[in-house]
């Protein structure tokens, strides 16, 4: 079992910054298929951004042009740059793992190993 912790939420004002990290252990992370995802209360956990083996990307259209995945392969990290950050990010965002895929993939019920979550608030 993956093991995945989270950190680096926090609260800021509209249009602000946060880089949310996900330490991986138990595997290495260019072993692995890794994402994000997220959930307010209320509403399904929606997959934000994802990357494969190979690195290729994918981002959720409301995110796109504002986060960015990073690896660490070194540090076995993955980070996720947000940017232009607005109310509607509010969440607790999750990191998720998978064994290796042959594209990215948002989809919750892809994957075996969940961090315990990091939330991020942001106010207008």
């Known amino acids: 079992q993956v093991h995945l912790v989270e950190s680096g939420g926090g609260s800021v004002q509209a249009g602000g910054s946060l880089r949310l990290s996900c330490e991986v252990f138990?595997?290495?992370?260019?072993?692995?298929?890794m994402a994000w995802f997220r959930q307010s209360p209320g509403k399904e956990r929606e997959g934000v951004a994802s990357?494969?083996?190979?690195?290729?990307?994918d981002y959720a259209a409301s995110v796109k042009g504002r986060f960015t995945l990073s690896k660490d392969n070194a540090k076995n990290i993955l980070y996720l740059q947000m940017n232009l950050l607005n109310p509607e990010d509010t969440a607790m965002y999750y990191c998720?793992?998978?064994?290796?895929?042959?594209?990215?993939?948002?989809?919750?019920?892809?994957?075996?190993?969940w961090g315990q979550g990091t939330q991020v608030t942001v106010s207008s």
């Open positions: 998720a793992a998978r064994g290796a895929c042959s594209r990215p993939n948002l989809f919750p019920g892809a994957y075996s190993s």
């Open positions: 138990s595997t290495t992370i260019t072993n692995a298929c």
């Open positions: 990357i494969d083996n190979y690195g290729l990307t």
